[in-house]
């Protein structure tokens, strides 16, 4: 097969680092550990990381996972280098490649777009919270990653990875299926190394479930934790960025780069006092030791064979791994919100999509009616596959003061909260676990997403965090399972999903 003949090549053709400091499959403290003792630069690094994209993305099986790479990447390298060799270095991220979702600004040469040739002219003028966190802790930008267009908000019949302006991501483990949205691009991006690790963002499933489909950790946090400012939104209520690492202890490393309070982000002021100094403090490999895991059955499970049959391995492994299981302990009220879910989600579009619009400069568009006369003018492009009738409903939603909204966000954050909530205290649990989602199914551009199931929506809805690790291989597919919890818990969650991680070793990477 072409990816059995692919591996070799590219190992003998990775750049100019030695063998020993490849970048497939590594993680940050390799690489840290590798540059400390002069094996690797960043340069080196961040020039691998760049042929990778060009010999697997550009050419070979063409994942489509990159919309651009950054023409300054190698000069912030050097720079980072010349930092190191000065005796300074500013924390694990120092040199390390870093891919971002293309909804995350960045103030230099590279587009800003959501993957729509709407957004095409102008980049935009400032980088976005989370960017410049990670520019101080040291990482390099490389590039952008494809995207289901607006982060998979256009169309209820949409194709989750394709965006007009990349065409369609594929997965990389299986090239005909799909890589799941809406952060599809970094997710295939990362699980095959294109970078070291990658930021993806999430309403309600964008990290977790192209997480899953990649074999990659994900992590979507608390609302709050992480600034959305110079991020183009969906809603307020649940959008949120994250990391999409091939390990726990790397998520853990960039969760600690991107968390932080921001006065362009309200949210964020809850988050005093949450805010862990290193999330690597966390890790320790007998977390799962006297913990108290309940099992989520009712309306998470039951839709694939192949997820549930890994998920009782995967309550197998963990009571073997020390926990407590408490089977079932489903989570509340889910269905009961949905409706009410996807209302505040359109009022929210619309909203907060004109208002980062009105800040943006150069482009061709500045409010959301703006953007749907785009895209009935240039149908023959933008709407090739699927239509927008979420964005034609948020066009006709009112201002965030109608009671129609208030009352909707209301009831879903009530009941998403108390059904994550209720089931913690009622059975004294440390989180929740679930199938994050079933294996990929194949794309296609007629029908629409094969949409099975998920369990994504209670922490979404909630605004409370949900890690996903994977949790083994369906037919050479990967599923993740995905560790829930209250607010501000990525701490207690991060702890538990290494235990996990380390105590079975499930990742692995994609064959093309």
């Known amino acids: 097969m072409t ?58 099986p063409r ?22 060799k000065a005796g300074k270095v500013r924390g694990p991220l120092h040199g390390i490649p870093v891919l971002l979702k293309d909804n995350i600004d ?56 394709w965006s007009a302006r990349g065409g369609q991501t594929k997965n990389p483990y299986a090239l005909a299926r799909n890589p799941c949205g809406s952060s599809s691009g970094t997710g295939a991006a990362i699980a095959s190394s294109f970078a070291v690790v990658g930021v993806g963002t999430e309403t309600d499933g964008s990290i977790v479930c192209p997480s899953s489909a990649a074999g990659l950790v994900g992590i979507k946090p608390t609302v709050g934790l992480v600034s959305r400012s110079g991020i183009i939104p969906i809603s307020r209520s649940q959008d949120m960025a994250g990391p999409m690492t091939r390990s726990v202890a790397d998520a853990a490393v960039v969760l600690t780069a991107i968390a932080g309070v921001d006065p362009d982000d309200a949210a964020t002021q809850a988050a005093q006092g949450h805010i862990e100094a290193d999330y690597r403090s966390f890790l320790k490999t007998d977390s799962l030791k006297g913990a108290r895991i309940g ?50 989600l359109l009022y929210e579009l619309k909203a907060g999509l004109n208002a980062y619009l009105a800040r943006r400069t150069g482009l061709p568009v500045h409010t959301l009616e703006d953007v749907i006369a785009f895209n009935e003018r240039n149908a023959d492009r933008e709407m090739r596959w699927f239509g927008q009738d979420l964005f034609i409903k948020a066009q006709a939603k009112g201002p965030l003061t109608d009671q129609a909204y208030l009352k909707a966000a209301q009831k879903a954050r009530r009941l998403a909260r108390a059904g994550i909530d209720d089931v913690l205290a009622q059975h ?74 380390q105590g079975t070793r499930h990742r692995r990477g994609p064959r093309f």
């Open 3 to 60: 990816g059995m003949k692919l591996i070799p090549v590219l190992l003998l053709a990775a750049g100019t680092a030695s063998a020993s400091t490849s970048v497939i499959e590594t993680s940050v403290v390799r690489l840290q550990r590798d540059m400390a003792a002069g094996r690797a630069t960043s340069q080196s690094i961040t020039q691998d990381s760049l042929d990778r994209i060009r010999q697997l993305d550009r050419a070979g």
């Open 63 to 84: 994942l489509n996972a990159v919309l651009e790479t950054n023409p300054e990447a190698l000069a912030i390298a050097r720079a980072l280098d010349r930092e190191r």
């Open 106 to 161: 960045t103030g230099d040469r590279m587009l800003t777009t959501a993957g729509s040739l709407a957004l095409l002219g102008a980049p935009a003028s400032r980088d976005a919270f989370v960017v410049k966190r990670l520019r101080e802790a040291g990482a390099v930008i490389i590039g952008k990653t494809n995207l289901s267009e607006w982060a998979n908000i256009r169309s209820s019949k949409s194709t989750s990875g």
């Open 295 to 344: 099992v989520a059955r009712k309306r998470v499970t039951g839709y694939s064979a192949h997820a549930d049959r890994l998920f009782e391995q995967a309550i197998a492994d963990l009571k073997r791994l020390g926990a407590e299981i408490v089977d079932p302990a489903d989570f509340g009220h889910m269905g009961d919100y949905d409706e009410e879910e996807l209302e505040v």
């Open 428 to 501: 004294k649990l440390d989180a929740i676990v679930a199938p994050t989602g079933s294996p990929a199914w194949l794309t296609d551009h007629v029908n629409g997403d094969a949409f099975q199931g998920a369990s994504s929506a209670p922490a979404a809805v909630a605004g409370y965090p949900n890690i996903t690790v994977p949790m083994g291989f369906a037919m050479g597919l990967p599923v993740g399972l995905s560790f829930v919890g209250t607010a501000w818990s990525e701490g207690k969650l991060l702890g538990l999903a290494y235990s996990y991680e």
